[in-house]
């Protein structure tokens, strides 16, 4: 089955610094990777997901992504974090044998200081 | 586009009622929906997966006769939690997306407190 990690439960920065949150998935056929975003009260958007073509994807607020296949990891990197980037974020696999469905990792909560 | 809309937000009722939850596609027609569920502090777990006009799959350990699922309408799916106990209290959350697309789009939420 498949099983989605995320390294760091709770992240605490001050702003301007930089972000990685790291994803690993167990799963060794072809995958569609996602990243969400849940800001406090809000619904889950998507920041960026990945498909085919060039491991680092670019998504929405200055966020990108990695994926390196060999480390089966889609780490979410963010050169300078704000304090409206104080959010939930979730790493998401779909695997292409598993039809449309989605397997979340457990978040990782990310505090910008001001 | 591809915005989803839960109804109600919130929502407050007496242990062994039943409670219908709503989501809707407003700009799309979903030819899928998801269903799940996130207690606080944690991931979202999948309950459920409809595609219109049939029965809803249900995860490992998800009671189908206790959330009961209907997607009658490309639009317009409802979870139905069935003789509510304080144990069901948690946040709802769908999710959609239509035939080739592998994007699901979220609802907002449905938080139910059992009393």
């Known amino acids: 089955a498949q099983s989605v990690s995320q390294h760091n439960h709770h992240v605490i920065l001050s702003e301007a610094a930089s972000l990685e949150l790291g994803c690993n998935y167990s799963?060794?056929?072809?995958?569609?990777l996602f990243w969400y975003v849940q800001y406090p009260g809000q619904h889950l958007q998507l920041l960026l997901k990945?498909?085919?073509?060039?491991?680092l994807v670019k998504g929405i607020k200055g966020f990108e992504a990695e994926f390196i296949k060999s480390k089966f990891s889609f780490n979410l990197r963010k050169p300078s974090v704000q304090w409206s980037d104080t959010a939930e974020y979730f790493c998401a696999v779909n695997a292409h044998n598993y039809g449309q469905n989605f397997v979340f990792g457990p978040g990782t909560r990310l505090s910008v200081l001001p | 586009g591809a915005v989803v809309s839960q109804h109600p937000s919130w929502v407050i009722c007496k242990s062994g009622t039943s409670v219908k939850i709503e989501c809707r596609s407003l700009d799309f027609q979903a030819t899928t929906m998801f269903w799940y569920r996130q207690f606080p502090k944690q991931s979202l777990m999948l309950m459920a997966t409809s595609n219109e006009g049939s029965k809803a799959t249900y995860e490992q350990g998800v009671e189908k006769d206790k959330f009961l699922i209907n997607h009658a309408s490309l639009t317009l799916s409802t979870l139905t939690v069935t003789s509510a106990h304080p144990e069901d209290s948690s946040f709802y959350i769908c999710s959609a997306s239509w035939t080739g697309r592998d994007t699901q789009y979220f609802g907002p939420g449905t938080r139910l407190t059992v009393l």
């Open positions: 990945y498909f085919s073509g060039d491991p």
């Open positions: 799963y060794g056929g072809t995958v569609n």
